[in-house]
């Protein structure tokens, strides 16, 4: 089992910047990649970006890439999502979730982000 706890959203105005925290507790060793993931109201949930625990391999969703950043501390178990040049369309709830190599087995609860324009 792995446990995922997310922080760090909040309202901010257009432009502005949050930076998200993902930390993972439990059998960790089994994650192999994290994943950022959001869900607006009515809208289906979509892939941010991810990050292996491994080297420094990162993939971005075109709607974020260039604005989002994702990075991790290995030693806190803990993987960030610095977001910049946020838009209203940004707004949603922000999930991190684990994949040991398959799909995304685990899910933190989610924190909001909503961004006023």
């Known amino acids: 089992q792995v446990q995922l706890v997310e922080s760090g959203g909040g309202l901010v105005q257009a432009g502005g910047s949050l930076r998200l925290s993902c930390a993972a507790s439990g059998r960790t060793y089994n994650s192999y990649q994290i994943g950022w993931f959001r869900q607006a109201p009515g809208k289906e949930r979509e892939f941010v970006g991810s990050?292996?625990?491994?080297?420094?391999?990162?993939y971005y969703a075109d709607s974020v890439k260039g604005r989002f950043t994702i990075s991790k501390d290995n030693a806190k178990n803990t993987v960030y999502l610095q977001m910049n040049s946020l838009k209203p369309e940004d707004t949603a709830v922000y999930y991190c979730a684990a994949s040991s190599g398959g799909s995304y087995g685990y899910w933190g609860q989610g924190t909001q982000v909503t961004v006023s324009s």
């Open positions: 990050i292996f625990w491994s080297g420094d391999r990162s």
